[in-house]
């Protein structure tokens, strides 16, 4: 089985840049710093995606774990990647680093092998390697066409008009919209969608509410009440009409149901007597 080689290229000004620069210049930034390229490594193997699996009680938590870091120190890093836009939350449980998909790059053993060979040697390519290169290339130039007619398939619950407008929000606000987040995107929605939410609702509260991912809702009050037993809910409209009843006694100017009752015996015996 051929293997598959994934590595982070990282920029040459990677340390240079602002963000990276303040990061290093918090109290402990040098750990902070290692806990964010730690993150990144995780995430080359999903695009950037970071799931959190509920392991521990938080990705805090859940990260300190798998990266044998801190958790205050990964805690202080997440709360600054945050901040200056270097991870989204895509939803409840994934969170995309959006420097690492263009930072990717991979090659299979065949090829990797022949590179090294190249070096070693410093000949011109032999048939063979020839042979190899064009096959890398025509793989990838099919993978890249595949990709480039590769297009996002609604499911019947998602409006089409309703999804351009969060993908072209998404645009406005400068984040992150390659097939990986929009794929977790539309699952996450279809999801809600099976658990009685309106994805199309959901889409435009986030926009609303200048959100920067999608949000499962708090539970209605109506539909806390479709949980309520038939018993339950048949002593709460029994109440409601009993306490209906006493306020209109007590607009007639009585204090209770048994006011009513004796005023109307006394009225009854009046007329008897007449």
Known sequence: MMKKFIWLKLRDDFFMQPKIKKLRKIAGGDTLTVIYLKMMLLSIKTDGVIEYQGIEKGLADELALILDEEESNVNITLLYLEKMGLIETLSESSYLLPEVPPL?????????????????????????????????????????????????????????????????????????????TLVAQLAQLETWFHAGYEPAEIIKNSILQGWKGLFEPKQSSSKALALVPPWVQERIDARNKGEALTELFQEAGFNNVFDFLENLNQEEEVAHVF
């Open 104 to 180: 990717v790059g991979s090659e299979g053993d065949s090829a990797e092998r022949m590179r090294r060979l190249r070096s070693k040697n410093k000949e011109l390519p032999s048939q063979c390697d020839t042979h190899v290169t064009i096959c890398d290339k025509k793989v990838t130039t099919e993978k890249e066409k595949e990709g480039e007619k590769e297009k996002l398939l609604l499911p019947d619950c998602i409006p089409q008009d309703i999804w351009n407008t969060w993908v072209k929000y998404r645009v406005d606000c400068k984040l992150t919209n390659n097939n990986t």
